[in-house]
């Protein structure tokens, strides 16, 4: 038996992040037997577990997914922990021991800026001297807007662009580094440098902004190093430390950097540096209330990609093409003279066979280098490119090898895979994946390239499913959920359009505090209802309920807001007929009116959210024991759906609202009147008729017609438009060159031609979510509420003529699930993958003549009927 994957909060061997409490989990794997009977969890302070603080003893009801010990945190603490289970056939094991580290107060130091103009971009440094050799050392930082951190000359660690993307009025967050390797006994130097980020320039909708969420770059730290005597030392940030100007002479999150090697001051964070171009630096005046460990997850480069070919084009430009769109930078080795200034410009896409980048509207997407005539690595550091193309001026001979590109996003493991017979399918989960790697880079964004890049909640909410089959994001979304939080505190429960709520920053800027334009501009249906989906979907994926006692709040803030909004505004109607809503955002069925709102009511779609949200907010507290609220929640969502159905039925069961979308809602939702189902599955399947089986749908839409056309039982329709090549239609993309997902269905029309400037990115995930009815369909796994994180689950693979083979992988909370399928002469052959301890079905979704499971036949044969399974792998063999 062998038990990995130890996480607390989610993290494998956290350091210094934000635990109000703790959640353990772990992964079971080559057990002899199939569940586990008995397990413990022992917390020590020692790694050799010999000063024990937390003992569960041996229990049967120690669940894998989220144990909590009760144990109370000392700050600035390494605690070690190991897992040990029994199983059925009395195999057992021990982990191996992993470990966590509380966060720790700042109490010493002082945050310092450097006393220059304010666009002047400054590093900082202290030399310290240590009498003895360190034993143990950590750094705790936090630098605005963005810092890089160096003890020596050298960074202390691989992460790029902390503290991170956050409100920094309401929280500020503190990274701490285990330094002790890069300590030695005598004198040392840390060095700091900073950069504006998404702190300070312009981010959000505006040409030009100095002050955001402030003007000035400023830190604070503190560096605790202990010796062998257990002796301590601590070395603040402070008026004792020196500061100079940065090399980065300016930096954006839009448009780029400008890096000026000349201007580097040799060995600046080594203790050999010449001081004399450093200058005292000044205390600065900071709410360090709102310093608290960290809850973002490590931005590393995570990939790094070669560059597939150079491109002469027409006007005479050179430029790399990568091959793929990606977010982060490019690395290159710099042969330049001194003096010799290197450009890059980032595009999307070629026009003409030239480079393009107008459709990144106001974001400049360059990189400057001069270059000082040293041989060496060069990569910008407070910003990133969305790109696949990148137009180079001031190389001579442009060497391919000489560039990686850099892909940088949030930290989490990948869990699922998706490999079909069909290639261009196989691409559309690819690019899916790659929209998911550019756009997770710390706040879930709606595309990482053009003057946008911010956490729409929308977008958000339609891609989580997605992206929790792709990815392990509990800890991701645990981060983007406080940030919401905090937000709906301060909006009276409602959720703003993008969080961080960047957008509200500019309207008190532009309009002062009480800026009443943005008070109005917040809580749009199907974008603020992520307050309720995405902790929904969290605790159906990962099981954790401890993580959704804690997000319980989002959801029921959010659901009395919009209570609050039909009694105030909506005449206590239970339906949702107030403010402005993106509603089925890009559909393509009101292009007469405005193009980018769909035809679907927006004041529909709002009450059909207010009963989804409201449901499962009611579905929470019942997990969660809160009676009264699963009560009122209950309650609530049963008047909303009569309202609902009183006002856009009439009397025989026709639906006002005609659209893909308003059909593919009320199937989902079962929004419907009494008898009135196989009407409204009619009328749907009528109108993809008339649009000869393509769809028309936008953000509301889209995520939900698929699984919605395979539940009413017309799988075939959902694989017609998977498999539609031509526009509108996923693989018309994939036909097109795409290797990310596009914002617009028609993004780029059928002579290559980008089809709008204004609002037209080629990395939007939100469209991407097609890849969840890949999972949860094609490949049928599911998990079911009454035992959620795959405890309990279903494999119910709906097949399709027109692919022969699917394999979907998905390393799931318990462990592996696969569910793979092929053609044989007489039907499917089936390879299915169950982890240990836990509970599963196969179920048929055609009649068989005959079925086999691991050779012996079965009693199984009807579409609906289930087989049980357990740990193993089974070849469930049917005949048609
Ligand atoms: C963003 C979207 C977002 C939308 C709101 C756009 O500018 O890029 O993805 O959800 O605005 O309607």
């Known amino acids: 038996m062998v038990i990995e994957h130890l996480r607390v909060n989610h993290i494998e061997n956290p350091i210094g992040f934000y635990m109000p409490s703790l959640s353990l989990s772990w992964i079971v794997t080559q057990a002899k037997g199939d569940r586990a009977q008995k397990a413990r969890v022992i917390i020590a302070l020692d790694e050799e577990l010999n000063h024990v603080v937390s003992d569960s003893g041996e229990q049967e009801d120690i669940s894998s997914l989220d144990y909590n010990p009760n144990l109370e945190l000392q700050e600035g603490t390494r605690y070690y922990w190991q897992v040990q289970v029994c199983d059925d056939e009395g195999d057992s094991g021990v982990s191996e021991t992993a470990f966590f580290e509380t966060g720790k107060k700042l109490t010493k ?51 790029y662009l902390a503290p991170y993307y956050n409100d920094y009025n309401l929280w500020l967050q503190i990274q701490t580094y285990d330094v002790t390797d890069n300590l030695s006994k005598g004198e040392n130097c840390i060095g700091v440098m900073l950069g504006n980020g998404w702190y300070k320039g312009r981010f959000g909708f505006v040409d030009k902004m100095d002050k955001l969420y402030g003007d000035t770059c400023h830190m604070i730290c503190e560096l605790h190093v202990t010796f062998e005597d257990l002796s301590e030392v601590v070395i603040p940030s402070d008026e004792s430390w020196l500061c100079a100007p940065s090399p980065v002479l300016e930096s954006s999150i839009y448009d780029g950097e400008v890096y000026d090697s000349q201007k580097e001051i040799p060995d600046w964070s080594k203790v050999k540096c010449d001081e004399k171009d450093f200058v005292k630096a000044k205390k600065f005046k900071e709410n360090s209330d709102l310093l608290m460990p960290r809850l973002s997850l490590p931005v590393k480069v995570i990939k790094k990609i070669s560059p597939k070919k150079i491109i002469d084009t027409p006007a005479g430009e050179k430029i790399i093409d990568f091959g793929q769109e990606i977010t982060g930078w490019v690395e290159f080795l710099c042969e330049e003279k001194k003096g010799k200034e290197i450009t890059f410009w980032f595009g999307e896409i070629l026009q003409d066979k030239n480079f393009y980048n107008e459709n990144l509207r106001t974001a400049k997407q360059e990189f400057h280098y001069i270059s000082n005539g040293e041989k060496r690595k060069v990569r910008p550091h407070f910003t990133f490119y969305g790109f696949r193309y990148m137009k180079v001026e001031g190389i001579k001979d442009i060497k391919l090898k000489n560039f990686k590109g850099c892909v940088l996003h949030s930290e989490m493991e990948q869990t699922g895979n998706i490999e079909t017979s069909n290639k261009k399918v196989n691409r559309l989960f690819l690019n899916a994946l790659w929209g998911q790697r550019g756009n997770f880079l710390d706040v879930p964004t709606d595309c990482p390239q053009r003057d946008e890049r911010m956490g729409w909640t929308g977008d958000a909410q339609v ?22 939080k905090l937000e709906q505190d301060e909006l009276e429960g409602s959720v703003p359009h993008v969080v961080p709520d960047i957008l509200g920053q500019i309207g008190v800027i532009l309009y002062g505090k009480d800026d ?27 099981g954790d309920k401890s993580l959704l006692e804690m997000q319980y709040g989002n959801m029921k803030a959010w659901a009395d807001y919009i209570r609050k909004i039909d009694i105030e505004k909506c005449g206590d109607s239970y339906l949702w007929t107030y403010g402005d809503h993106f509603a089925d955002w890009l559909a393509l069925d009101n292009y007469h009116k405005d193009e980018r709102f769909g035809a679907t009511d927006q004041y529909f779609v709002a009450s059909a959210y207010y009963y989804y949200s409201v449901s499962l907010t009611a579905k929470a507290a019942s ?55 196989q009407r409204q599955i009619d009328t749907l399947m009528k109108k993809l008729e008339a649009e000869k089986q393509h769809l028309t749908t936008g953000f509301v839409g889209t995520p939900i017609l698929c699984p919605v056309l395979t539940d009413i039982g017309h799988p075939e329709a959902a694989y017609t438009l998977l498999l539609n090549e031509d526009y509108p239609g996923w693989l018309y993309e994939v036909n097109m060159g795409a290797t990310t997902i596009w914002e617009r269905w028609n993004s780029v029309l059928p002579d290559g031609k980008i089809s709008d400037t204004g609002m037209n990115s080629l990395n939007h995930y939100a469209y991407g979510s097609i890849v969840e009815w890949m999972y949860r369909y094609m490949g049928g796994i599911e998990p079911c509420e009454d035992a959620p994180g795959f405890k309990h689950f279903r494999i119910r693979p709906y097949t399709d003529s027109r692919i022969s083979s699917a394999k979907v992988e998905f390393a799931s909370p318990m462990g592996k699930i696969t569910s793979a399928w092929e053609k044989t002469s007489e039907g499917y052959l089936y390879t299915i993958e169950i982890p240990f301890d836990t509970k599963a079905v196969f179920e048929m979704t055609k009649d068989a003549s005959m079925v086999e499971v691991n050779g012996e036949i079965s009693h199984v044969k009807q579409s609906g009927e289930q087989i049980e399974l357990t740990k193993g792998t089974y070849q469930i063999n049917v005949s048609l």
């Not at 309650?635 to 759906?641: D, G, P, Q, S, V």
């Open 109 to 159: 130091g002082t945050w310092i800026k450097a006393p220059f103009k304010k666009n002047v971009q400054p590093l900082f440094r202290k030399r310290i001297s240590l009498e003895k050799r360190p034993a143990s050392a950590r750094l705790y930082i936090c630098g605005l807007g963005v810092y890089e951190a160096f003890i020596n000359g050298k960074r202390i660690s691989d992460e």
């Open 463 to 484: 891609f989580c499913r997605t992206a929790s089959y792709n990815m392990y994001t509990p800890a991701f979304y645990r981060k983007f959920l406080y940030d919401m």
């Open 516 to 542: 009443t334009e943005h008070k109005k501009a917040h809580g749009a249906c199907a974008w603020a209802d992520a307050g309720a989906i995405i902790p929904w979907t969290m605790y159906d994926m990962y």
């Open 623 to 677: 997990i969660l024991g809160k009676k009264k609220d699963e009560k009122h929640y209950k309650n609530l969502a049963e008047h909303i759906k009569k309202a609902f159905i009183d006002e856009y039925y009439t009397k025989t069961g026709r639906l006002a609202q005609e659209t893909q979308t308003a059909l593919a809602i009320v199937l989902w939702l079962d929004l419907i009147p009494e008898g009135a189902r």
